[in-house]
């Protein structure tokens, strides 16, 4: 082994020679001047030279062969670009901290979710809901795995999972530090699924009881006191008919409330023109404005009106809305849909589709929970024409989801209005950020 090292040491010679050489000349033509003027003797002369000639040629730094550390890793290993390639490419918004909880990675994803994370600053100043801030201390203090579960209510609420891992790096000098990941995962749809099970099965139970109870008791007549009764029988059938299409309809409308509550935390990004989308809701809701006897007007801009969405969901919405005001408006004698160009507060372009009719109006009491699921102003009413107390829930829940809202307006006997307020697809990631 030292035979090794020893042949090691000496084996550039060759190299030290020639990088010395300049030094080596200059020093001996100097020492030969002073010898041939008499100011040295030629013994002192050489071993000056002597001197001079080991202190270029000797490998005085003998851990050449064997690169330093710093040498080896250039920069701290976890500073490098392969972890930060790894970070990056985490589909979650992952954080890679230091063991004092500054930033030292993120990925763009965590960079959405919380903008105000920098680099080499503490993460706790960015991050400040509790759940958040108290896991990390946690896990700086004791060094061990911390899970947090909160809610976060920016742009729309999302179920959010914090889990803080701690990772062992190398470090610079051949030892090990502590590192801490942070990682994000949603569980809003999870969270969602669970709402929407349970709703659904509170709704369904709660309104169908109803109409099952109604086919209960017309069955049990037609087989008993009615068997024999052709004109009875013919009208419970038809009774029977209208509540089973109104089970039917309840159930249509669960199911589109709960996809939209389900994925209301994802914004739409197809783009959608509202102009053609309601001329195709009026055109399908004609034969229905003629039955009651009611025109539908509709002011449309020349430009598209286009925002980000998705088109069956904004169909369903118009939908509801049109012919909302066709059956409880049908007294004033006209609806009118318009789309407008408007200025939200903060200054942002939006669209404005308003629904107008000119019927009795709604009393102000009634306005702020007419968006609740199954509330009715008049219940008889309502089921008469055939509504299930949802359409309107399922209307706010849509322009939620499209970062929208719904304005309701109404003065008694003046009729109501509805105004579903979204804003312009080229603004709307900028109005989500205000």
């Not at 958040?132 to 959010?160: Q, S």
């Not at 509540?243 to 739409?268: G, T």
Request: with cysteine; proline share 6%.
């Amino acid at each position: 082994m030292a035979t090794n090292v020893s042949a090691s040491i000496f084996s550039p010679w060759p190299d030290r020679l020639r990088h010395a050489a300049i030094i080596l000349l200059a020093a001996g033509l100097a020492l030969a001047g002073l010898v041939a003027f008499g100011e040295l003797s030629l013994a002192a002369a050489f071993a000056v030279f002597v001197c001079i000639a080991a202190a270029a040629l000797v490998p005085w730094r003998l851990h050449d062969v064997a690169t330093s550390p710093d040498d080896k890793f250039g920069t701290n290993p976890v500073e490098a670009p392969v972890v930060r390639a790894i970070v990056g490419g985490m589909p979650d918004p992952a954080v890679l901290l230091d063991r004092a909880g500054r930033v030292i990675h993120l990925n763009a994803a965590a960079a959405q979710m919380a903008p105000a994370l920098r680099a080499n600053e503490l993460a706790q100043f960015a991050l400040r809901t509790p759940e958040i801030i108290t896991a990390l201390r946690e896990a700086i203090a004791t060094a061990e795995l911390r899970r947090a579960t909160y809610l976060d209510h920016v742009p729309v609420d999302r179920w959010m999972e914090l889990i803080i891992a701690p990772v062992q790096v190398p470090t610079a000098f051949g030892g090990t530090d502590q590192c801490m990941l942070m990682t994000f995962h949603d569980q809003t749809p999870l969270r969602r699924v669970e709402e929407m099970r349970a709703d659904f099965v509170a709704n369904a139970s709660h309104e169908l009881r109803t109409p099952l109870a109604a086919l209960s008791g017309f069955i049990d007549t037609l087989q008993g006191p009615a068997r024999d009764d052709a004109k009875a029988r013919e009208r419970f059938l038809g009774i029977m008919q209208a509540q089973a299409k109104r089970m039917a309809r309840l159930i249509d409308d669960l199911l589109s409330l709960s996809r939209v509550e389900l994925s209301a935390h994802v914004r739409p990004d197809l783009l959608v023109d509202l102009a053609p989308l309601i001329r195709q809701v009026v055109d399908g809701l004609e034969p229905l404005a003629k039955e009651r006897q009611v025109a539908i007007e509709i002011e449309l801009p020349e430009a598209p009106a286009t925002i980000a969405g998705d088109r069956e969901e904004l169909l369903r919405v118009f939908e509801n809305l049109v012919e909302n005001a066709l059956k409880y408006g049908a007294s004033g004698g006209r609806v009118v849909v318009t789309v407008t160009p408007a200025i939200s507060s903060e200054g942002l372009p939006e669209y404005r589709a308003m629904v107008r009719d000119f019927g009795p109006g709604i009393a102000p009491e009634h306005l702020p929970r007419l968006t609740e699921r199954f509330y009715r102003v008049d219940v008889g009413d309502s089921r008469a024409q055939g509504g299930t107390g949802l359409g309107l829930s399922l209307v706010k829940h849509t322009v939620s989801r499209h970062r929208g809202r719904l304005l309701i307006e109404s003065v008694p006997k003046k009729g109501a209005t509805f105004t579903a307020v979204f804003p312009s697809a080229k603004y709307q990631g900028q109005a989500e950020k205000n």
